[in-house]
Nanobody, 125 residues
Framework: QVQLVESGGGLVQAGGSLRLSCTAS????????MGWFRQAPGKEREFVASINWSGDTTFYADSVKGRFTISRDNAKNTMFLQMSSLKPEDTAVYYC??????????????????WGQGTQVTVSS
C-alpha cells in the first residue's frame, strides 16, 4: 500500500505563490509517474499537472500553463507543485496521485491508483 501526503496549502492573495509538496511511502516512487489534481466545491476533480517517472516529461492543464511548475526529487520520494500568479479560480483542494502502471503517465483521474488526502489552497481577491 502506497501512502501519499500533501502539504503546503494555505491562504494566499491573488498574484501570490505557494509550493505544494507530496511525499510518498515505499521504495518504488522513482518508477511511477505522478500527478496533481484539484477539486473546487461543487465541481468535478480536474487534472492540473503530471510528471513522468524520471522528471523529464511534464504535462499541464491549459488553465495553469505558464504559472505552475511540477517537479520531483526521487531521492526524497517527493513531488512538488510550484504555483505562481495565483488567481481566485485556483481555489480548490489539491490532491497528489500516483499512476497505475510502471513508467506510465496520465492526465485523467482513471489513470491513477493512489491518492493523497488533499490540501486546501485558497486564493483571495
Amino acid at each position: 500500500q502506497v501512502q501519499l501526503v500533501e502539504s503546503g496549502g494555505g491562504l494566499v492573495q491573488a498574484g501570490g505563490s505557494l509550493r505544494l509538496s507530496c511525499t510518498a511511502s515505499g521504495r518504488t516512487f522513482n518508477i511511477y509517474g505522478m500527478g496533481w489534481f484539484r477539486q473546487a466545491p461543487g465541481k468535478e476533480r480536474e487534472f492540473v499537472a503530471s510528471i513522468n517517472w524520471s522528471g523529464d516529461t511534464t504535462f499541464y492543464a491549459d488553465s495553469v500553463k505558464g504559472r505552475f511548475t511540477i517537479s520531483r526529487d526521487n531521492a526524497k520520494n517527493t513531488m512538488f507543485l510550484q504555483m505562481s500568479s495565483l488567481k481566485p479560480e485556483d481555489t480548490a483542494v489539491y490532491y497528489c496521485a500516483r499512476v497505475r502502471g510502471l513508467y506510465s503517465t496520465s492526465t485523467t483521474t482513471s489513470g491513477y491508483e493512489y491518492w493523497g488526502q488533499g490540501t486546501q489552497v485558497t486564493v483571495s481577491s
